[in-house]
């Protein structure tokens, strides 16, 4: 299919302005979903859940700091750029076929809103598809001003997020709360034996602290959306040498200084989580869109790895969701309520459960896409907005 017949940036709008696709986008999309549940599994398996999380702060240790290192942030960040980079294939397509913008637009991204509050509210309270949509509306109209405009913006917004996060930081740092709080006996109740409307009641009693994150991020957001942009127009997801040097690049500069950064950042403890979350995070992001790109690179014929990513990035919003529903069966004490009953013995089943997920999305969405052209809630979408 083309792109234009995609709802949503998150989806599989993977096409240069000329309508051929870009394989390495559906691949980095598939990355972006999986690699997000590395971050999220600790929050699911974690005593108190989505509100213990907030209160106490991720957990610590060898193997929970190693996957810190790798993902926290980082995929989020590489979701965000990859947004962008929809977006703008969009724009492109309206303008390729002398469409007005944002036009139609503008009720996808809305639709898009009504999705993320639905997901925050029966499923996950750190959802990510309500800022996407906010912010989508606001640069879907960056997009008619001049490149010189949109360039202003998005090194504005970068130096608002920084200096936000760096002002956080101080007074994080200056308060010197050591290791973070405790959470409370009945928030650990609620997620490990409360019911299903319990939960709910308790995301929408506590609605503004839940949905701080993507009005804290929201100028990093901005930054991340327009930088996918530039890399879109720039053609750093193409096939031909213009990609290749630029992903040389990425890689480079993104994993030797982004690596160092991470690692100094997570291992400098809970007063530099905003930093290391929301500050070095985005840079390792750009080094892996080159490192996953030297591998497709080189790939002559795509294995099951390669095809079960590409699936995933294929119908990423259906598997964005999935994992977390997935998780919240294994997790929560309306499922199996694993969290509790393995709680002491060590961060392993936790590395396994997030493999388990990974493999599910992987198989599901390759047997998925061999009958339909997309995924179930990207089908939805596209019939709603047809009506």
């Known amino acids: 299919m083309t792109h234009t017949d995609a709802t949503i940036p998150l989806a599989s709008e993977s096409a240069q302005p000329t309508g051929r696709r870009l394989p390495l986008l559906d691949v980095l999309r598939g990355v972006a979903i999986l690699g997000t549940l590395m971050t999220n ?110 360039r202003r913006v998005m090194w504005w917004a970068a130096g608002i997020h920084l200096t936000v996060i760096g002002l956080l930081t101080a007074a994080l740092t200056l308060a010197d709360n050591g290791s973070g709080g405790t959470v409370s006996r009945e928030v650990v109740d609620l997620y490990a034996h409360g019911s299903y409307q319990d939960q709910i009641a308790f995301r929408l009693e506590n609605a503004i602290a839940l949905r701080m994150e993507p009005v804290l991020t929201f100028f990093l957001l901005l930054f991340l959306f327009l930088l996918g942009v530039r890399l879109f127009r720039a053609g750093a997801f193409g096939a031909d040498e213009t990609g290749r040097r630029l992903r040389s690049r990425l890689l480079a500069w993104g994993l030797g200084l982004g690596l160092p950064l991470n690692v100094a950042a997570t291992l400098g403890g809970p007063d530099l989580v905003l930093l290391a979350r929301y500050g070095t995070a985005p840079l390792l992001a750009l080094g892996y869109i080159g490192l996953v790109g030297a591998v ?32 919240v069966l294994v997790s929560y004490g309306i499922g199996l309520g694993l969290a509790e009953r393995l709680d002491d013995t060590g961060p392993w089943w936790v590395v396994g459960l997030w493999v388990a997920v990974c493999a599910v999305l992987m198989v599901g969405s390759t047997l998925w896409l061999r009958r339909f052209s997309a995924g179930p809630l990207e089908s939805v979408q596209k019939w709603a907005l047809r009506h």
């Open 296 to 327: 497709v690179d080189r790939v002559r014929r795509p294995g099951p790895l390669m095809t079960g990513l590409s699936s995933v990035g294929r119908t990423a919003l259906s598997g964005y969701v999935l994992q977390n529903v997935l998780c």
């Open 41 to 150: 599994v600790w929050i699911f398996t974690g005593p108190g859940a989505e509100w213990g999380a907030l209160q106490s702060g991720m957990p610590t240790g060898v193997v929970r700091d190693t996957f810190s290192v790798l993902a926290n942030g980082k995929f989020l960040s590489l979701l965000t750029i990859l947004f962008g980079v929809g977006l703008a294939i969009q724009y492109a397509s309206a303008q390729r076929r002398g469409q007005p913008w944002p036009g139609r637009y503008r009720w996808r991204a809305l639709f898009l809103f009504g999705e993320g509050t639905v997901h925050f509210v029966l499923v996950f309270a750190w959802d990510v598809l309500m800022g996407y949509a906010v912010t989508a509306l606001l640069v879907a109209r960056l997009l008619t001003r001049s490149e010189r405009a949109q």
